[in-house]
Each structure stands twice: as C-alpha cells, then as structure tokens.
C-alpha cells in the first residue's frame, strides 16, 4: 500500500484509508492510550444533539464516532468517501446508514441536518474552506458544528516530545499492528502541518460560520472547534 501524499488528493487518501480500514479503530485506541474514545464522546456531548435530531457524521470511518450518537436516539448520517472504511463499518452495524461522500461535495440536500460533526478527519480533506461551506450549507438556519481534530499542545517542552512522538513512534506502533506504516507517516506528518487552533477558528468564521469558539483537551493534542449557522 503507498501513502498519500500531502497534497490530499482524493483518490489517494481515500485508496489509504481502503488499505488500513481494517485495523484501523485498534491502531487508534492503541495510538492514544485509549484516548480517542474520551474526545468523540466529548464530541458527542459538544453536539449537544437531542433525541430525534439528524446529525450528519462526516468522516465517520467504520462508524465509531456515530455510534454513540445513535446509542443517544439521535438519527445519525455517518458519511466518508473511504469505500472500504464504509465497508468494514457496514459489516459491523448494519443498521447505522452509512452513506459514501466527498466532504466538499457532500450528497445531502440544503439544510437537511440540525448538526454536523466530524472527527479527526477534516486535515484529511483536499479543501478545508470547501468543506467548512459544505457543512454549513447543509445544516439548518441556528444548527452546529462540532469539529474534533488534532491541534497544537500548548506548553512548549511537551509539545516537542509530543511531535518527535508524532514522527518518529506512530508510525512503528502502527506499524505493528496495520502492516502499513507509510500510511500512518503520512498522518502524522498531516497532523504536523495542520493548522494552529486560532488559524482553524478564522477559517470557520470565513466560511460563514458564527459564534465560533474552541476548546482543547488534553494539553491542546485535540481541540474542539464549535460554530452555528446564522438565521
């Protein structure tokens, strides 16, 4: 399997993310001690979404990030352009309907979700301002987003050890497991280059996004990024 590059041209990512769907959620619990599952439940309770809401799930992958959605009564949409993510998530839930889509051409009419959400997928993207207008296209006058991605530790020694841990651990440790270590370079160096929490919240307010505000969990690694559609 040969890793995308950061150019993150669709074909590529998606073809990557084929390769290691498989492994995928083990590598991740293993990756973050077990950390990963913590931030898409306080993304889930960032939603804030009521029983009977639409969310739409992007990025969903195998669907661990909407299951606990589902598991609140909420109707959930997840959504990702990765065919064998979509396929090793349908294997595993079959009842959760999961839809094949690009983030910046999403097949979802206007205004069709009370919220929309995606975890550590949105640096995967070819076009981040694309599909930040997407997601607001799609959303209801007054819904959310709640995006969980990777961001900057905000005290200086840790966040040397952190991207030496990035670059030089990840991709062994998931390598180990998934046999595909390109492929977990090539995100640990997205995760480098993806912009700082400040930089990401001017991208949202550009897109049309309002009350935008953020919030970082453990020490800044990931950070919630939170807006609402204006009326």
């Given at each position: 399997?040969?890793r995308?590059s950061?150019?993150?041209k669709?074909?590529?990512v998606a ?5 290691i769907?498989?492994h995928?959620d083990?590598?991740?619990d ?11 439940r ?7 979404a009521?029983?009977g809401?639409?969310?739409l ?11 606990p959605?589902d ?6 949409v997840?959504?990702d352009f ?6 090793t998530?349908?294997?595993?839930r079959?009842d959760?309907?999961?839809v094949?889509?690009d ?7 206007d205004a069709?979700f009370?919220?929309v959400?995606?975890?550590f997928?949105l640096?995967?993207?070819?076009d981040t301002?694309?599909?930040?207008a997407?997601?607001?296209?799609v959303?209801?006058?007054?819904g959310r987003v709640v995006?969980?991605?990777f ?11 952190y991207?030496?841990?990035l670059m030089r ?19 640990a160096e997205?995760?480098r280059?993806?912009?700082v ?8 307010l550009r897109?049309g996004?309002e009350?935008v505000?953020y919030?970082?969990l453990?020490g800044?690694?990931v ?8 009326f």
């Amino acid at each position: 399997m040969s890793r995308a590059s950061l150019e993150k041209k669709p074909t590529e990512v998606a073809s990557m993310f084929d390769g290691i769907a498989r492994h995928y959620d083990l590598v991740n619990d293993l990756a973050s001690l077990g950390q990963d599952r913590r931030w898409r439940r306080l993304t889930v309770d960032a939603v804030g979404a009521m029983p009977g809401e639409r969310v739409l799930d992007l990025a969903a992958g195998t669907g661990t990030s909407s299951e606990p959605f589902d598991a609140d009564d909420v109707r959930v949409v997840p959504c990702d352009f990765s065919i064998g993510m979509l396929r090793t998530g349908k294997a595993r839930r079959p009842d959760l309907p999961f839809v094949a889509g690009d983030a910046t051409h999403l097949p979802f009419a206007d205004a069709s979700f009370d919220a929309v959400t995606i975890s550590f997928g949105l640096r995967n993207v070819v076009d981040t301002s694309a599909a930040l207008a997407e997601m607001l296209r799609v959303v209801r006058p007054g819904g959310r987003v709640v995006i969980c991605e990777f961001s900057e530790p905000t005290w200086a020694p840790f966040r040397t050890v952190y991207n030496e841990y990035l670059m030089r651990a990840l991709p062994k440790v998931a390598g180990v497991v998934s046999k595909d270590p390109g492929s977990y370079e090539y995100l640990a160096e997205s995760i480098r280059e993806w912009p700082v929490q400040e930089e990401l919240g001017r991208l949202m307010l550009r897109a049309g996004w309002e009350q935008v505000a953020y919030r970082n969990l453990t020490g800044g690694i990931v950070a919630l990024h939170r807006g609402v559609r204006p009326f």
